[in-house]
């Protein structure tokens, strides 16, 4: 099945600073996800990342704080700008994998995520 | 909008027993239930569910959904202090393969 990872694994980062967070698949997937996780919270979608276009943005999420880049089938990046200690969180990447890769119809399967601690 | 309701939201088992966990959903459009174990950061899948009274079972663990009353539930026989862990239900509502999740139930499994 395919590998998933993302870089990087955990960080520490002063308010007002940005974080780029990478996400890489090794096979080619369309669907590509980016969810947040705030400590003690369940996951939300922050936008779906769409190859060659901008990404698609769920409500209460804006480019201007988190934008999303998605060059290739396997590769995305997160940004998270101007942060604040309400940004730690965990951010994890999905993605939908074909069957070649074991994938499951629309079962999102997701990389082992990046924990960011502001202070 | 889209609800998705796990109980309860946390539980404490000894080793060997039989545990249950439900998921209710609201949603305007159902394509599939999916669970998912988060131990440290990354879920990883358990089960994808799309007919209502089909079971699906791998190992100690099985689940089932039920589309007539919106929920599913998800059965672990003879825990294990392995399977301690938070269980994440998620609805895929169909639209461009979007999950919604619930708040998870947070299982510890004691010696």
């Known amino acids: 099945s395919a590998v998933i990872s993302q870089k990087p694994s955990r960080d520490i980062c002063q308010r007002g600073t940005s974080l780029t967070i990478q996400c890489q698949v090794d096979s080619q997937v369309t669907m590509m996800f980016w969810y947040r996780q705030q400590p003690g919270q369940s996951l939300t979608l922050i936008a779906t990342a769409n190859q060659g276009s901008e990404a698609t943005y769920e409500s209460g999420f804006v480019i201007d704080k988190f934008p999303i880049s998605r060059p290739n089938l396997t590769f995305s990046t997160l940004t998270v700008s101007n942060m604040s200690p309400e940004d730690s969180s965990i951010y994890l990447c999905?993605?939908?994998?074909?069957?070649?890769?074991?994938?499951?119809?629309?079962?999102?399967?997701f990389g082992p995520g990046t924990r960011l601690l502001v202070l | 909008e889209d609800k998705v309701v796990q109980s309860p939201l946390s539980l404490v088992v000894h080793e060997g027993d039989t545990v249950t966990l439900n998921c209710s959903y609201e949603v305007a459009n159902f394509r599939s239930l999916l669970w998912y174990k988060q131990e440290k950061k990354a879920p990883t899948f358990l089960f994808m569910l799309?007919?209502?009274?089909i079971e699906k079972k791998s190992g100690r663990l099985s689940s089932i959904l039920d589309k007539k009353e919106l929920s599913s539930i998800l059965n672990i026989t003879a825990t294990q202090t392995g399977d301690s862990a938070i269980y994440l239900c998620?609805?895929?509502?169909?639209?461009?393969?979007?999950?919604?999740f619930g708040t998870g139930t947070r299982l510890q499994v004691t010696l």
């Open positions: 799309t007919s209502s009274g």
């Open positions: 999905s993605v939908v994998l074909p069957p070649s890769s074991g994938g499951r119809g629309e079962t999102q399967y």
């Open positions: 998620a609805v895929n509502t169909g639209t461009a393969s979007k999950l919604t």
